[in-house]
């Protein structure tokens, strides 16, 4: 539903799978999942939905920073706090963004 207007989506697979529709239609839902994930990881995490940034290089720039920061988080062993959490402590602690930004050269 779009307002009050409801719509209809209609998605098109080509398959050589020879399989049931149930098992082509429970394949089908999962596709994209791992981008998905991703993007809602960005979106909740580094709040990217909220930012305005609509000129200049900022867009391009932001676009490679973003997922680039997650991946940096995400390397840093042992894990033992939250994306969110690494995210104020790098801002906040020198010594932390050091062994983090230290992850890029292992």
Same mark, same amino acid.
């Given at each position: 539903?779009?307002?009050k !207007?409801?719509? +209809?989506?209609q !998605?098109?697979? +080509? #398959?050589?799978?020879a399989?049931? %529709? %149930?098992? @082509?239609? #429970?394949v089908?839902q999962?596709?994209g999942?791992p981008k #998905? =994930?991703c993007h809602?990881? @960005?979106?909740v995490?580094?709040?990217?939905d909220s930012?305005? +940034?609509?000129?200049? =290089?900022?867009?391009?720039?932001?676009? +490679? @920073?973003?997922?680039t920061?997650?991946n /940096?988080?995400?390397?840093k !062993?042992?894990v033992?706090?939250s994306i969110p =959490?690494q995210? /104020? @402590? &790098?801002?906040?602690d020198?010594?932390y963004? /050091?062994?983090?930004? #230290?992850t /890029?050269? &292992?």
């Amino acid at each position: 539903m779009i307002g009050k !207007k409801q719509t +209809i989506e209609q !998605k098109y697979y +080509i #398959s050589s799978l020879a399989t049931t %529709a %149930a098992r @082509l239609m #429970s394949v089908s839902q999962g596709y994209g999942s791992p981008k #998905s =994930n991703c993007h809602w990881v @960005l979106d909740v995490v580094l709040a990217e939905d909220s930012y305005r +940034i609509r000129q200049g =290089n900022e867009v391009p720039n932001l676009v +490679i @920073l973003r997922p680039t920061t997650l991946n /940096l988080l995400r390397r840093k !062993k042992p894990v033992k706090v939250s994306i969110p =959490n690494q995210r /104020l @402590l &790098v801002a906040y602690d020198e010594e932390y963004l /050091l062994i983090v930004l #230290s992850t /890029l050269f &292992v």
